[in-house]
């Protein structure tokens, strides 16, 4: 099989349905992950009919069940993983109950898990890509000296991305002999829910640094935070 297989956590909108688009049409089979079927199935069914190989698959990022069955499915159907993008998360109102477990929940110990799931089958691949879809507000070095982020930042999201960050820099170190390289990326603020009024690029542009570092080449870098050509500060 020479298409590259890419799977994009929480791709039925927003940010993440655009990334599964743009790396669809490159020609990769895509799989469309959401939390229930349904939502999958008419994700993946809309890029169908734009012309691109989308497959809808059942992955609440939560639920371990989901996560062992995605990867029996994937061994099965096609025997590797060429890209993953971590790209499901969740900016919870603060003070509500669990907002902080329920950040680390989904942000931080759902990648972690799908992660080391799909590790063996990554490791297949002649080009293995990891793209965690974190935020400058996960920067500790940003939130010292960005007044912007320091309004918009919360406890739980930002700790909850920071620890990812921290995940990145953990598995590339240990992967670093291989050809798979992992990165973590900043969107952007984005027109979406999660966005708010504060939101500047449409889920479109926000796509686009996922999709470069799921695309990078045999020298690109892999252990890096980035926005587009920029990198930034842990």
């Not at 971590?86 to 992660?115: R, W």
């Not at 400058?136 to 939130?143: K, N, R, T």
């Not at 909850?160 to 170190?173: E, R």
């Not at 889920?203 to 686009?208: N, R, S, T």
């Amino acid at each position: 099989m020479n298409s590259k297989i890419a799977l994009v956590t929480g791709a039925s909108k927003g940010i993440g349905y655009e990334v599964a688009r743009q790396l669809g049409q490159q020609g990769m089979t895509v799989l469309v992950s959401a939390r229930t079927q349904h939502d999958a199935d008419e994700a993946a069914g809309t890029l169908k009919n734009e012309g691109v190989d989308a497959v809808g698959v059942e992955l609440e990022v939560t639920n371990r069940e989901h996560i062992a069955k995605l990867a029996g499915f994937i061994e099965a159907q096609y025997g590797k993983l060429d890209i993953l993008v971590n790209n499901a998360g969740v900016l919870l109102k603060e003070g509500t109950e669990g907002a902080f477990e329920q950040s680390f929940e989904v942000n931080t110990f759902a990648p972690f898990h799908i992660t080391e799931a799909l590790l063996p089958l990554l490791l297949k691949s002649d080009a293995g890509r990891i793209v965690n879809q974190s935020s400058a507000l996960g920067s500790m070095q940003f939130l010292l000296s960005n007044e912007l982020a320091q309004q918009l930042a919360t406890p739980s999201y930002s700790a909850s991305k920071a620890a990812l960050n921290m995940l990145t820099v953990f598995w590339a170190n240990k992967y670093k002999d291989t050809p798979l390289k992992i990165n973590t990326v900043h969107p952007g603020l984005v027109k979406t829910r999660m966005g708010g009024d504060k939101g500047e690029l449409t889920p479109e542009e926000g796509a686009k640094t996922a999709v470069r570092y799921a695309t990078i080449d045999a020298d690109g870098p892999t252990g890096g935070f980035f926005y587009m050509d920029n990198t930034l500060p842990w």
